[in-house]
């Protein structure tokens, strides 16, 4: 779990001030959250009968990652990006570069991509395009961004830290429009929500879900996951955390350690919502909702009413991504370069993978018939359920 202190930003992008006491506050929670003697145990891991036969068909090596990794899908092309620079399209189905190319500045987010413009965003704020490998445009930013750039209709879509979200043109780079929220003094170093449904760009704003015009930015829906609570800022977080689960027009979504909820995003209306303490998104099926807790606790809720379905606490305190659903299986992958594969009828375990040893840091992704995992390390594993 990261925290970063948040700006306030005047409309022209002018820094107007700092919020040195919650800055404070946010090095006394992370020295306290660090870990040490006093952290919890990885629950010991039970030999496994592989019941779901998983064939590893590919690695690539990329850079190490550590920044909130998202990887980004179009046809059977993977995009990904490392801390260093280097960003590349990828053939799922062989695991060779489609294009590599080294920006020279190091990156703070993911790759979003359409299947022709491609974009990241780097540590100096700056907002990139890249077309068949090569860079376009580059437009800089009022403030750092952690979540992956989003790429629709011949435009980019971005979620900022000072909870803004700006549309620009993506063959050009002109800003097109921006839609500014009221700003609050921590902001999770995490990514958080945003895609479109239909015609709607649906992007997470503090514990809101928020359905926008693509085209001018204006407000259809607003629906409310979680409201902010405690005594002080870290206590009030509520930021939604992707990745989300969409079913049709049904997104199910979380609030980072206060809710999971489902809201129909043609109507904007809100249809269940259950508390959860978790801080990393989810997936679903037609069915079920599945997530992790944050002690690593997996949980499901009935999709229809949120009622709750199975459990399994043999994860507990492993470090996991959030859950992917490949098939029968849901996959979910933890600290230690495991890959684990859970039965989504019970959670029992049907298998599980091994990689490099250091941790998974993006939720597992099914591309075509390609189960798809990076670790810190940077290194990128294409894997073959039977």
């Known amino acids: 779990m990261k925290l970063m202190p948040m700006f306030s930003f005047r409309a022209d992008g002018v820094t107007r001030s700092l919020r040195l006491p919650a800055a404070g506050v946010l090095l006394a929670l992370l020295a306290a959250c660090s ?12 030999a496994v009968v592989p019941v779901v036969a998983v064939q590893q068909v590919w690695t690539a090596r990329l850079g190490a990652v550590s920044f909130p990794m998202a990887l980004s899908v179009s ?5 990904a990006a490392a801390s260093n620079g280097t960003v ?5 189905r062989s695991g060779q570069d489609v294009w590599r190319l080294d920006l020279g500045t190091p990156l703070a987010a993911g790759v979003g991509s359409d299947g022709r413009v491609a974009a990241v965003v780097t540590q100096s704020n700056e907002l990139v395009a890249i077309v068949e490998g090569r860079e376009v445009w580059r437009e800089k930013l009022s403030a750092q961004a952690y979540t992956a750039p989003f790429v629709a209709g011949g435009r980019v879509f971005l979620l900022t830290a000072d909870r803004a979200i700006h549309a620009f043109d993506g063959s050009s780079g002109r800003k097109l429009w921006t839609q500014q929220r009221a700003t609050e003094p921590l902001v999770l170093r995490q990514a958080g929500v945003l895609l479109a449904v239909g015609d709607t760009l649906v992007a997470g704003l503090a514990g809101r879900l928020t359905g926008l015009n693509p085209a001018n930015g204006s407000l259809r829906w607003e629906v409310p996951i979680a409201s902010p609570r405690g005594i002080n800022d870290v206590e009030r977080l509520v930021d939604l955390v992707g990745p989300v689960s969409r079913l049709n027009d049904v997104l199910c979504v979380r609030a980072f350690q206060a809710s999971v909820g489902c809201v129909n995003a043609e109507r904007g209306v809100l249809q269940w919502a259950k508390p959860s303490d978790g801080s990393v998104g989810l997936d679903g099926d037609e069915r079920l909702v599945f997530a992790v807790e944050s002690d690593g606790k997996v949980v499901t809720w009935v999709r229809a009413n949120g009622e709750s379905g199975w459990s399994s606490e043999q994860l507990r305190f492993r470090g996991l991504t959030a859950p992917r659903v490949v098939g029968r299986s849901i996959a ?31 939720t597992p992704t099914l591309i075509g018939e390609t189960l798809v995992v990076v670790t810190r390390s940077g290194t990128i594993f294409g894997f073959k359920p039977q």
């Open 332 to 362: 979910i992958g933890d600290a230690s370069g495991f890959v684990h594969l859970l039965s989504r009828e019970d959670g029992t375990f049907v298998n599980r993978l091994t990689t490099d040893g250091s941790a998974i840091v993006a």
């Open 88 to 92: 590349a399209a990828i053939d799922a």
């Open 35 to 46: 870990g040490g003697s006093n952290a919890p145990k990885p629950t010991a891991l039970q």
């Open 75 to 79: 046809g059977s092309n993977l995009y």
